[in-house]
């Protein structure tokens, strides 16, 4: 969703804000604005559409101060205009602020503020804040040094909803302050530099040394210092932390666009998830869990909690762990677990997966479960997100920056870290025979070569590709371990290539969706588990008699029969299959949104972290 990168320091803050923006281009934006601080006066510049627009626009070059605060908006108060987007200023132009969230009372503080005669010139909720510092700081009869701080402070007070925000002020040439709630905002250290922003890749070819904020942390920046202040302005210290992502993770490397690349990462992905646990001929390894054998046998249930992708990935788990533990397994989309009153205790052990960490709805179940006694465990993939600070626990992904909205490589490593996590609660617990565990993992560690192998023929995928890019409807079709993969498969096309797609359970057809079936249309079906492969052959025969086109994605030595393709993918254990069989269709989808022409990094509508609700 919205972006927001800042800069204080000894360079020219133009050029390092324009590219933190690039940066941030993948969280979803539909404008994009700059703010400098020239001596004794704040320049703001603001553009609709692309980053592009901006970089673009006259008098850029001339914004020459060594101070500024950047953001991308995507529009929720107020339509994407250049008067809605970010940088706001208050009426006397004196303070400007980015800001991302939601404030939930800004109807209730722009009357506030209007009976105090301030005017508005946006739709947008942010308003209020650069106006509400200004009223703080106009009835401040202190004139110290800490005046510019509190009036932050008092103006954050009566804020409720989600913000990070980040202020600048013409009175204060020299220093930026800054603060959230339930939004991310890191600080970036590097000597006579500063940064902010509300992702790390944004910043990450300055710097890799990261202050991160909790809620309600103040932070006043200068150039060469960071102080950093609790919600009642008690100076607190904090950790400097490194973060291990290689900057150039965020670019693209030579390919065409950041989701191919993605792909094309999971062999070294999904080999750097494996390792952190899992090594030949030894016990699977979580130093960063505390978890016994006693509170594994007292468990009476396992809920996964998560959104869209990471949800697919709790539902292509849920059958390894059911089976290695003897535990039941509820796996729970995040929106609806926090509103339907689920039954959970102390004996609930609550998964909570979500590759951004950020995701406003994961992190409102996370915050039910706590409330509830359960103990939770973070599958996340960015150090130091809101829910690996929620959590009991967190237990990181290690697939690096993802920067097309479309998950691919964070869903494998989701996927991969789980069945390693249900293996080694099995050994915890003893509840599987350890022969059996030996042969799942030794089939694990052979999955970033198995991965090289599908990855090294895309030809065929990219001549499906071209056959069914015009069509208006896919299917797609699994049983078992499979029918997780079709949702994600199904959810992977439309979100990038705008086709109308529904997955099923093989079985549930004749109940309904064959309906649907008629001439020409195409099904995809997934077929990787030896016990189930007969009857979802026999569904498919019944579509392809209705005239369906067919390509099938299995590990199983099947006839070609009358299927139009078939797409042979290494065999493995069909618990862990997932991780093979999504690969060829996350291809699919690339290469049909490719055909179609349209740009599959930033789909429509779509942003990488859904901080909302
Ligand atoms: C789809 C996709 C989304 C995310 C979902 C949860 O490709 O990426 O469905 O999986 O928004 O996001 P996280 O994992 O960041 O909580």
């Not at 320091?9 to 923006?21: C, E, H």
């Not at 150039?223 to 008690?234: A, G, P, R």
């Not at 005239?547 to 993918?569: H, P, R």
Request: charge should be negative; aromatic fraction near 8%; charged fraction near 25%.
């Amino acid at each position: 969703m919205c972006g927001i990168i800042g800069y204080i320091g000894n360079k020219k803050a133009t050029p390092i804000l324009i590219d933190g923006l690039l940066k941030l281009e993948y969280r979803g934006y539909d404008s994009a604005g700059i703010s400098t601080l020239e001596d004794t006066y704040i320049s703001n510049i603001k553009k609709t559409g692309r980053v592009k627009n901006l970089y673009d626009s006259e008098g850029l070059d001339n914004l020459n101060g060594t101070i500024g605060i950047a953001h991308t908006r995507w529009a929720t108060h107020g339509k994407p205009s250049c008067e809605n987007s970010h940088p706001h200023l208050d009426n006397s132009n004196t303070f400007a602020v980015v800001h991302n969230g939601i404030i939930e009372n800004y109807a209730e503080l722009r009357t506030f503020l209007t009976n105090n005669g301030y005017n508005f010139l946006s739709e947008t909720d942010t308003e209020v804040i650069p106006n509400l510092i200004h009223y703080y700081f106009s009835k401040d009869t202190k004139n110290d040094d800490g005046k510019f701080l509190r009036a932050v402070k008092s103006a954050c007070n009566d804020l409720k909803g989600s913000y990070a925000i980040s202020v600048i002020s013409k009175l204060y040439p020299n220093r930026m302050v800054v603060s959230r709630k339930d939004s991310p905002l890191v600080v970036g250290y590097r000597d006579n530099e500063k940064y902010i922003a509300s992702d790390i890749p944004a910043i990450l070819s300055y710097t890799k040394n990261i202050y991160l904020l909790n809620d309600y942390d103040i932070a006043e920046l200068y150039n060469d210092s960071v102080n950093f202040y609790d919600k009642n302005l008690n100076k607190i210290s904090k950790d400097l932390k490194n973060i291990e992502w290689d900057a150039s993770s965020v670019e693209k490397d030579g390919f065409d666009d950041y989701m191919i690349k993605e792909i094309f990462e999971q062999p070294k992905t999904i080999r750097e998830t494996i390792s952190s646990h899992l090594q030949e001929n030894e016990l699977c390894n979580f130093p960063e869990l505390n978890i016994s054998k006693d509170y594994l046998t007292s468990l009476n249930k396992i809920f996964i909690v998560a959104c869209g992708t990471a949800m697919h990935a709790g539902l292509a788990v849920k059958n390894i762990f059911e089976k290695l533990l003897s535990i039941p397994v509820e796996v729970d989309i995040a929106s609806e677990f926090r509103y339907r009153n689920p039954l959970i205790d102390n004996k609930t052990l609550m998964l909570f997966i979500s590759q951004s960490g950020e995701t406003a709805d994961t992190l409102a179940a996370l915050a039910l479960a706590k409330s509830k006694g359960a103990k939770t465990i973070a599958i996340s993939n960015v150090v130091g997100s809101s829910i690996t600070r929620e959590a009991d626990y967190t237990i990181y992904t290690h697939a690096g920056p993802e920067i097309a909205v479309a998950s691919t490589k964070a869903y494998t490593s989701q996927v991969v870290l789980l069945d390693i996590l249900a293996i080694h609660f099995a050994e915890v617990l003893g509840s599987s025979a350890s022969k059996d565990l030996e042969v799942l993992k030794s089939n694990l560690l052979k999955l970033p070569e198995k991965v090289k192998e599908i990855l090294s023929n895309t030809d065929t995928i990219k001549d499906f590709a071209k056959k069914i890019y015009n069509e208006h409807d896919i299917f797609f079709l699994g049983r078992g371990i499979d029918y997780p993969v079709a949702m994600e498969a199904s959810l992977k096309l439309k979100e990038i290539s705008y086709i109308h797609s529904d997955a099923y359970a093989a079985g549930e057809l004749k109940h309904g969706p064959i309906a649907l079936i008629e001439n020409g249309i195409t099904v995809v079906g997934i077929l990787t588990d030896s016990a189930l492969t007969p009857k979802t052959i026999s569904n498919l025969q019944e579509v392809m008699t209705r005239g369906a086109k067919t390509l099938i994605i299995t590990n199983q030595s099947i006839k070609k029969n009358n299927f139009n393709l078939v797409i042979n993918i290494p065999e493995t254990d069909s618990l862990i299959s997932p991780i093979l069989s999504v690969v060829p269709l996350q291809l699919l989808s690339y290469y049909v949104a490719k055909e179609k022409g349209l740009d599959v990094d930033k789909p429509r509508n779509l942003a990488k972290s859904v901080t909302v609700e």
